[in-house]
């Protein structure tokens, strides 16, 4: 087939032998984590359309950005409205909160969300035109404990997922007369270097001159570096709640600098802004983000609501983690692969396959019915812990060997209670409640073994127990 995908996106697969940042399984982990942090934290999911009317992000992300002016995937629908693939998620959720009312049940809301965002960038290395985010919005909350919050929360979230040596740079942008008089000295002094600066700042220091101080242009950065800092205009509550934000994430000691020149690409913002990079990334180092944008609801129609939050890029988390080579988990393996043999066998072997399931056992069966060699290769490729083949001998004698495919050992087990010793054996449940469970005695003298060998092993370790236990009291006693 000659037909690719389009450049800039990707295939998220099962295994792709080629990209390790697409297998499906690391994606899971990730998103698993994020879902967990978010829930800890308070934040319930939102999930809202992939596309919108075009002016939602006009208005909220803002006319001047690199968003809007370039990347928009944006077009016509045959109802003659003009709509948007979300680049961003923070004006959707802002608009699903006027929209569906959701102040008259608290004032306070925290959302999250995961899915795809859209942007027309030119495709390189950890720039996609499809990526995924991680995003939470804090809305209502006007205090610097809510950025605190949200930015303890995203580096715990990194930190849970073995991240290391980030860089967590955080700054205020003060509010919009702070701005009006930040802007006015800022061009004042690069003006003496209009002719020095990029194009594209250039263009930016009529409209948006604060975008220059995140220039990667190392002209322009050279420039910068001496430019008066914003932090000299912050307003008195503007500064108040700058400083109270460096005190809540000192007391978690939480390992940030201050930056003075991370404003953020998008317009929203006011006050709080921060930006976490990872280096091993490279050119596109920027692995999350986010800050507080008091007036993007009352800006889309809402009422004047306090809001803040983040959002994270999963493709870069995933790519710095396997980077760092931090801890990932296994990807699909079945704990248990049958094998009939004949077609006599196929039928109880399909019935065990699925008890095996409803016993939660992660179980595979072969229904190709091709060589037991190649079918023997098809399980070890899928990593499957034991392998059983089921045949004439086996329905006869109802007994089966359960093949360790690891350490090649064969544990000999009851054909119809393959799930008893599964359940014991590979997922750690108790076996003495398994026992109680049973309604029916062992049917063979096999089963009975088994279960009597783990009432001695834990007999032997109960007196190990004992013996800990009464060190540990007597020590306790001690001090008192
Ligand atoms: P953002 O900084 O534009 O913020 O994007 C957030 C994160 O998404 C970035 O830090 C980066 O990891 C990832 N990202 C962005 N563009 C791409 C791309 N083309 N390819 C790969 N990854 C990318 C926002 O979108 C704001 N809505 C964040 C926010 C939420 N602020 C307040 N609430």
Known sequence: MDIKA????????????????????????????????????GFQEIRTPIFERTELFQRGVGETSDIITKEMYTFIDKGERSLSLRPEGTAPVARAYIEHHLSHDSPVQKFYYIGPMFRYERAQAGRYRQHHQFGVEAIGNSS?????????????????????????????????????????????????????????????????????????????????????SILEFLSEDCKKHF???????????????????????????????????????????????????????????????????????????????????????????????????????????????????INGIKAQMDFSGRKLGKIMNYAN????????????????????????????????????????????????EDFIRIWKEMNAPFEQPLEAEFFLKKLQQSIDSTKHLTEELQTAMKKMQDIL
Request: proline share 6%; charged share 25%.
């Open 381 to 428: 490729q899928l990593g499957s812990k034991f392998v059983v083949v089921i045949g004439d001998n086996e329905l006869k004698t109802k007994q089966v060997e359960l093949k360790n495919m690891e350490t090649g050992e064969k544990i000999l087990a009851p054909l119809f209670h393959l799930s008893r010793i599964l359940r014991i054996e590979v997922e750690g």
């Open 144 to 228: 610097p404990e809510q950025d605190a919050e949200l930015i303890d929360m995203l580096y715990t979230l990194y930190t849970r997922l073995g991240l290391k040596n980030l860089r967590v740079m955080v700054n205020s942008i003060g509010d919009a007369p702070c701005r009006i008089k930040y802007k006015e000295a800022l061009k004042n002094y690069l003006k003496q270097y209009f002719d020095q600066l990029s194009e594209d700042s250039q263009k930016r220091f009529e409209k948006n001159p604060l975008r220059i101080l995140d220039s990667k242009d190392p002209q322009d950065k050279e420039i910068v570096a001496k430019a008066p």
């Open 6 to 41: 389009p450049p800039g996106v990707f295939d998220i697969l099962p295994k792709d032998p080629q990209e390790e940042w697409h297998n499906s399984h690391l994606w899971q982990f990730v998103e698993r984590v994020m879902r967990n942090t978010a829930e800890q934290y």
């Open 243 to 357: 400083e109270q934000l460096l005190l809540l994430l000192n007391s978690l000691e939480i390992p940030y600098e201050i930056n003075d020149k991370i404003v953020r690409g998008l317009d929203y913002y006011n006050r709080t802004v921060y930006e976490v990079v990872a280096e091993e990334l490279g050119a596109q180092n920027s692995i999350g983000g986010g800050g507080r944008y008091d007036g993007l609801i009352k800006e889309l129609g809402g009422d004047d609501t306090p809001s803040t939050g983040f959002a994270t890029g999963i493709e870069r988390i995933i790519q710095a983690m396997l980077g760092q080579k931090a801890e990932t988990p296994q990807s699909y393996h079945p704990t248990i692969f049958l094998i009939p043999l004949g077609d006599e066998a196929k039928i109880p072997c399909f019935q065990i396959l699925n008890n095996l399931r």
